[in-house]
């Protein structure tokens, strides 16, 4: 599985951007997308995620820090999952990934260490 994260930039506090992450290649019918990010001097966190099951998606699940403020989708036409980002803060400032966990479990589903293929990341930086 090849993942392509893009949609990263530079944007004032309260600005919004949408993450796009396409995915090539193939991986079983039951897997999870996940969106991680790192800032400087971090460890890498998980973002949003949303698992499959075939066509079926669950619910997506999001961090605290991000919940009512990000929105994880997808457009099946073109294999792409999506991160829309709004009134993104200073501290929203990191390097965002898109992985692909493809045994879920309710264990590993926000698990950096559980997600085996990585996209490039892409840089979101918003200035204050």
């Known amino acids: 599985v090849q993942l392509q994260a893009s949609g990263g930039g530079l944007v004032e506090a309260g600005g919004s951007l949408r993450l796009s992450c396409s995915a090539s290649g193939r991986t079983s019918s039951t897997y999870a997308m996940g969106w991680f990010r790192q800032a400087p001097g971090e460890e890498r966190e998980f973002v949003a995620g949303i698992r499959w099951r075939g066509s079926i998606r669950s619910a997506p699940y999001y961090a605290d820090s991000v919940k009512g403020r990000f929105t994880i989708s997808r457009d099946n036409t073109k294999n792409t999952e999506y991160l829309q980002m709004k009134n993104l803060q200073p501290e929203d400032t990191a390097v965002y990934y898109c992985?692909?966990?493809?045994?879920?479990?309710?264990?590993?589903?926000?698990?950096?260490?559980?997600?085996?293929?990585w996209g490039q990341g892409t840089l979101v930086t918003v200035s204050s």
């Open positions: 992985a692909v966990n493809i045994a879920p479990s309710e264990l590993s589903l926000r698990a950096v260490e559980r997600h085996r293929y």
